[in-house]
């Protein structure tokens, strides 16, 4: 049997996102390895059963020291297993040195994606591609897809997860992200969770997060009505990876951030409403699939950079205090959506997951089709003869060595 | 400083030329000594700067294109250093170092050396690029290190050449190879004016004549092997190792003089000595501090040496007591060991800050798991490494493997850049 590893070494929301990838390539046959951080693994044994997985230790969150006595033995021997199987291809999908550096155990012919050859680091042209297309980030493609097209005979898009419904189990909110500017404030979050409540049918709701976050589930739930906060469960921090999965399966909704949760909903088939400001941009991390609804800031700056500080005051945070977003939340009204909010909800298409404009501001969205279809003829998906051609596109994202050199 | 430290060292080799197998022997001498070195590979990029000589272009854009082209190997020596974070930026005559780039490398605070093996006559580009290194070695004395002196030159060092006895050294030839490189008389140079008037009244010896810029010659034109082709390293010591006298005669660009009296003492001479193969050379003025008399057998003139010839040929045991003592004294006292040595040494000497400190991480510490150890000391062992290297030295080891890497080397690897994110 073939044999293929894919190596997804950060965090849990890529390990979701990993899916199509992995789909696909079990439908070319492949037998699926996955190497991930260790503290993953529990996730990855549910959410890619017929995989087998690698667990190593990638992260330093709960590793103390300098790595010798925990780093060092427990991936020497995960590498040692791991150089005895006869993979085929090897997926290597993380710009990181690690990566790079776990990459040099392979025949690099095999390799996609990041690898190092005799020492030298180096991207698959998909990949640099793709580094050039995230400059324009508001027009950048899913991240599932980014990472399922090094693989050619890509399944379908909407074959990746199921469409989105209700499953009448409540509201499930996700507390934080990992990112604290991602997020909304309790203050913020809880007349806007009400509003979405008033419109469904189950009152129930779920408070989803880590064990850090329980304290911001209690705070919020101050912000309730004592009703309301009687129909609340706070589980942050309760919950094992079963457990989140059994608790957020068959829910009518998630409230989220762009989290892992939210991914995981979007693989469950539960609907998301996910507020996305700051970094977050649902084209290119929004939930896969088809029936998500995403709250995207647009203003200005957004999206901006993670790691960069902001220095305008979270101005993207201010639409989502305004009084007309719960109020659009319970009607889904276009005119009563703030300035600063536009709406998207999520399809499938030859590409794979796209966001459709419904409502707010969305001067990209010619561009981001138009795009679309460029790389889809790039990749093959769609005919360069019937779409094409797109010559300032291609003047500005194909770079002479592509020409001369591919 | 600790003399027995592990240094990272980036030796620049040039394009091509005859500093090229002398900085081939420093890398090796290097690695011999325990030291983790890089390899700037200038030779791989040569092709490409001679297919610029084939365009057929004006003579601004050609002049425009052959500095672009050495601009982007400077820059490609600046993103190696930037990597392998050297204690030294080891460079031999004629690397591919701009001016730009050694600015750059002092204001990183990174130590460079030129180990300028030429004759400051002869190549005077020196005078523009030696105060930019922070200690330009060569081959000469007075007046030269006069000269570096006034042009700011502070940190000159005589560094003379030598022989590597690992590669230099006596062996036995296949019938082959001793009908194609040995002979009763050989020269291996090139056909500089002193060297051409002076053999062509020695070919009634039988003479053979190695190596390249022999054309034009009709007298010579018969007695020079391989078509005038440049002879390899591997070459030179089958042909040392298979000749009964070698004729060492230092180059002169002055025809009038066969024996120049010239100072530096020539490659050769180390190598024939260190391969105990006899050699009749010229004597230089630098040569008494380096050989005592009856360690070399001398020439003085022309006559002398077609006499000498004549004399050592009919006296195979009066070669062989010469071989012995100029062996013994080049082991001793002129290996590119000791040179490298003495270059690390005036380098400590001058800088006090040097080599500076780095995040040492001693590699068996109290928390080192002892079922990994014995894979790490064979890992240690295998890459040649002293068994007191730190971790940084044997990650650094591991980088510059080429090709797949075993699962060992993957995790050190992997570790440190673990080390590195999460800044442990």
């Given amino acids: 049997m073939k044999r293929a590893l894919v190596i997804q070494l950060t965090r849990f929301g890529d390990l979701v996102q990993t899916k199509r990838l992995v789909l696909t390539l079990q439908q070319r046959g492949f037998k699926v390895h996955i190497c991930i951080d260790s503290s993953l693994e529990g996730l990855a044994r549910i959410i890619y059963p017929a995989c087998e997985i690698h667990p190593l230790i990638a992260h330093g969150s709960g590793i103390e020291g300098q790595g010798k006595d925990t780093v060092l033995p427990v991936n020497y021997k995960i590498f040692k297993q791991l150089s005895e199987i006869d993979f085929n291809e090897i997926y290597n999908l993380n710009f990181s040195a690690m990566n790079y550096a776990l990459s040099s155990m392979f025949d690099p012919q095999k390799v996609k994606g990041h690898k190092r050859i005799n020492g030298q680091v180096m991207k698959e042209s998909w ?67 009400m509003s979405v409540r008033s419109t469904i049918k189950n009152k129930n709701i779920f408070l989803l997060g880590s064990k850090a976050e329980r304290d911001a589930g209690r705070k919020l739930m101050s912000k309730f009505p004592a009703s309301v906060a009687d129909s609340t469960v706070n589980l942050a921090g309760e919950t094992d990876w079963k457990g989140l999965v059994e608790a957020v399966t068959g829910l009518d909704l998630v409230i989220t951030p762009d989290t892992g949760t939210m991914h995981l909903a979007a693989h469950l088939g539960v609907p998301v409403l996910g507020f996305f400001l700051s970094s977050a941009w649902c084209t290119e991390t929004g939930p896969y699939g088809e029936g998500h609804t995403i709250l995207q800031s647009d203003i200005d700056c957004a999206p901006c950079m993670e790691a960069a500080p902001c220095y305008y005051d979270l101005k993207c945070l201010a639409p989502f205090k305004d009084s007309a977003t719960a109020r659009y939340l319970a009607t889904r009204k276009p005119e009563h959506l703030p300035k600063g909010i536009s709406i998207f909800e999520s399809g499938c298409d030859f590409l794979g997951t796209q966001f459709i404009h419904k409502a707010g501001n969305d001067p990209s969205g010619e561009r981001r089709q138009r795009l679309r279809k460029f790389i889809g003829c790039h990749l093959g998906l769609i005919d360069i003869g019937e779409h094409g051609p797109f010559p300032n596109l291609a003047e500005k994202f194909y770079k002479d060595k592509d020409w001369i050199t591919a | 400083m600790d003399k027995n430290k592990v240094l990272r ?121 030696a105060p930019f290194y922070d200690v330009f070695a060569v081959i000469q004395k007075e007046p030269f290190f006069g000269e570096l002196k006034q042009i700011g030159v502070n940190n000159a060092l005589y560094l003379p050449l030598a022989a590597h006895p690992d590669f230099h050294k006596p062996g036995e030839l296949s019938p082959v190879d001793i009908r194609k490189y040995g002979g009763d008389v050989s020269f291996m140079g090139a056909g500089y004016p002193n060297r051409r008037l002076a053999f062509r009244k020695l070919i009634h010896h039988g003479l053979k004549i190695w190596g390249t810029e022999w054309d034009g010659d009709h007298v010579l034109e018969p007695y020079v092997q391989l078509g005038g082709k440049r002879v390899s390293s591997e070459e030179c010591v089958k042909i040392f190792n298979s000749t009964k006298i070698n004729l060492n005669l230092h180059s002169s660009i002055n025809a009038d003089e066969l024996v120049s009296g010239g100072d530096f003492i020539n490659p050769r001479t180390f190598e024939l000595a260190a391969c105990g193969a006899f050699q009749l050379v010229d004597k230089r003025t630098l040569m008494p501090e380096a050989f005592e008399d009856g360690e070399l057998a001398h020439f003085e003139s022309l006559e002398d040496l077609d006499e000498k010839i004549g004399y050592f040929l009919a006296h195979p045991e009066e070669r062989d007591q010469y071989v012995e003592r100029a062996r013994a004294r080049v082991l001793k006292d002129h290996t590119y060991e000791l040179r ?60 510059s493997q080429q090709g797949q890497l075993s699962p060992l080397d993957t995790a050190v690897l992997f570790l440190d850049e673990w080390k590195r994110i999460y800044n442990r």
């Fill in chain 2, 9 to 129: 060292i980036l030796v620049v080799l040039p394009l091509y030329g005859g500093s090229l197998p002398v900085g081939r022997f420093c890398i090796s001498a290097l690695e011999k000594m325990g030291h983790l070195v890089e390899t700037f590979e200038a030779p791989d990029f040569y092709s490409a700067y001679n297919a610029i000589d084939d365009l057929k272009v004006t003579s601004d854009r050609h002049q425009y294109l052959r500095n672009s082209y050495l601009n982007i190997l400077s820059q490609a020596v600046l993103a190696k250093v930037e990597t392998f974070e050297p204690d030294m930026v080891l460079a031999m005559a004629q690397a591919p170092l701009t001016h730009q780039a050694l600015k750059r490398l002092r204001k990183d605070n990174v130590k460079t050396a030129m180990w300028f093996v030429e004759d400051f006559r002869l190549f005077t580009y020196w005078q523009s690029f």
């Fill in chain 2, 340 to 399: 490298m040595q003495t270059l690390i040494d005036f380098t400590i000497e001058r800088f006090n800050d040097w080599p500076s400190k780095r995040n040492i991480n001693a590699l068996f510490d109290n928390n080192f798991p002892e079922e990994l150890k014995n894979d790490i000391v064979e890992l240690i062992e295998k890459l040649g490494l002293p068994s007191n290297v730190t971790f940084n030295d044997l990650v650094s080891a591991v980088r």
């Fill in chain 1, 127 to 193: 990949f640099e591609l793709g580094f050039r297309l995230a400059t324009e980030r508001r027009n950048n493609i899913n991240l599932v897809d980014y990472w399922a097209a090094l693989s050619p005979d890509m399944i379908p898009a909407d074959q990746v997860n199921p469409v989105a419904s209700s499953g009448g189990k409540g509201i499930g909110v996700v507390l934080a992200g990992r990112e604290s500017r991602r997020s909304l404030p309790y203050d913020v979050l809880a007349p806007l969770v």
